[in-house]
């Protein structure tokens, strides 16, 4: 009954949903194409019992990347199908995987659309990376006994509260599913708590953590740096949110009497954002640089990442790196790049979203928390010390070492469900 009154109102919003399209497609116009994807209505029509993996966004289709090559290189020839929700992800897909697997947006949450997706691509297993689940597209996949598997899944104390609000809706959804391989045990006692059956959860450990380094990627970052100036320090704003930014122009000033030749690398998170930082960048008098109109130079103060595609890049250039939605309350973003490429690394106080990944780097001193009250200092106290940066480095590069293994167990369990 609740899945019931949940697909009226859902209907009744639908004109909503699509004016929003609409009106963010003022700044991004990914928004305003391909929307009848949206209505189930497909581009593709690829081998039946193919692998479907949904990555809402850039997080979740790098977090995928990995075991989508793994499942490639293990089954060549099983088709794999990635729906995104936002247009950005559908870019990151499209850079990662080319034509290799077929990609469209994700259909609104309505039965009569899910009709239409399913009978078209026909998977054998659906793989939903992190937590993104809903009502009407769960019990489509029991009605067609379509194998689920939540995979790289977590589950923060505040969004347990948030599906606890709606446990009518929740707990069919848990009940559902066929398998949810979570991060840690921790988040998955948080499903269990919520009405997922103990035998149906599996601790795999993050996928984050198997972060695939192209193998020049150092090579490429350090001669990016002698265009820049070799020896000058480089600090990385990276995935920044709106109000991030503004605190490291702000700051500019006093780290720049420390660091007479600071170089501010800002990446903001979302491309809508770009002629925004670039604005507030030079309103503040500092000599600023896009990405896309060539290097930095030795001049430039402040330069503004407005390509998409190149964070390993852009990081593997820095010296150090502060974790972008953390300094305001968003939940944070992914440290294990930075770490993994042996760089020193910094998140703000909010990053609920990571907290298992950043308490473990924490606890082997391959990570800092730092606050927006005391970030001068603390931001001041790493540019100063490079062999403290240099430890810290070395610390989270042995740490992402250490627990790589979740993409080869994800790959595992998706073999026994599509056995079944």
């Known amino acids: 009954m609740a899945r019931f009154f949940y697909t009226v109102l859902y209907a009744l919003l639908l004109p909503l949903f699509i004016a929003r399209l609409w009106w963010r497609g003022r700044v991004n116009p990914g928004y305003r194409q391909r929307i009848s994807e949206r209505f189930g209505w497909l581009p593709h029509r690829p081998a039946a019992h193919g692998v479907w993996v949904h990555a809402v966004s850039v997080g979740e289709a790098l977090a995928a990347a990995p075991y989508i090559k793994a499942m490639q290189q293990r089954y060549p020839d099983i088709p794999v199908i990635v729906t995104t929700t936002t247009p950005t992800g559908s870019e990151q897909v499209k850079r990662l995987f080319g034509s290799s697997v077929f990609h469209m947006f994700l259909p609104y949450d309505l039965p009569i659309f899910w009709t239409l997706f399913l009978r078209r691509i026909r998977p054998g297993l659906l793989v939903v990376m992190e937590t993104e689940l809903w009502p009407n597209l769960m019990a489509a996949c029991e009605r067609r006994q379509l194998p689920v598997m939540l995979a790289n899944a977590r589950l923060s104390p505040k969004s347990a509260r948030g ?33 997922l059956a103990e035998n149906k959860l599996e601790i795999t450990g993050s996928v984050k953590f198997d972060v695939d380094l192209p193998a020049d990627v150092q090579r490429r970052g350090a001669a990016l740096r ?3 100036g070799a020896e000058r320090k480089v600090l990385a704003l990276a995935s920044s949110h709106a109000g991030e930014d503004e ?3 702000a700051l500019y000033p006093q ?6 030749d600071l170089l501010l690398l800002l990446i903001p998170r979302h491309p809508e954002r770009f002629d925004a930082v670039s604005r507030a960048a030079k309103q503040a008098g500092l000599i600023t640089r ?8 030795e001049q430039c103060q402040v330069y503004v990442a407005d390509t998409m595609g190149e964070m390993l890049l852009l990081l593997a250039a820095a010296d150090l790196v502060l974790m972008g939605g953390s300094l305001i309350e968003h939940g944070g973003h992914n440290p294990i790049e930075p770490a993994a490429l042996g760089k020193a690394t910094l998140t703000g106080p909010h990053y609920m979203n990571f907290a298992a990944i950043v308490d473990q780097l924490v606890a082997q001193q391959a990570l800092a928390v730092v606050t927006p009250e ?4 603390d931001l001041l106290r790493y540019l100063t010390a490079p062999e403290l940066c240099r430890a810290m480095g070395q610390a989270g590069a042995e740490v992402v070492a250490d627990n790589r293994g979740a993409v080869q167990r994800l790959v595992g369990l998706s073999a026994n469900l599509m056995q079944r």
């Open 374 to 377: 005391t970030l001068a200092g």
């Open 290 to 297: 896009r990405r896309s109109a060539g290097s930095a130079g």
């Open 226 to 228: 002698a265009e820049w």
């Open 163 to 195: 599906y606890a609000k709606f446990a009518a809706l929740t707990r069919p959804m848990l009940q559902r599913l066929s398998l949810v391989a979570a991060q840690n045990a921790s988040d998955g006692q948080r499903f269990i708590d919520l009405g």
């Open 255 to 260: 780290l720049q009497a420390a660091c007479p």
């Open 247 to 249: 605190q490291l122009l």
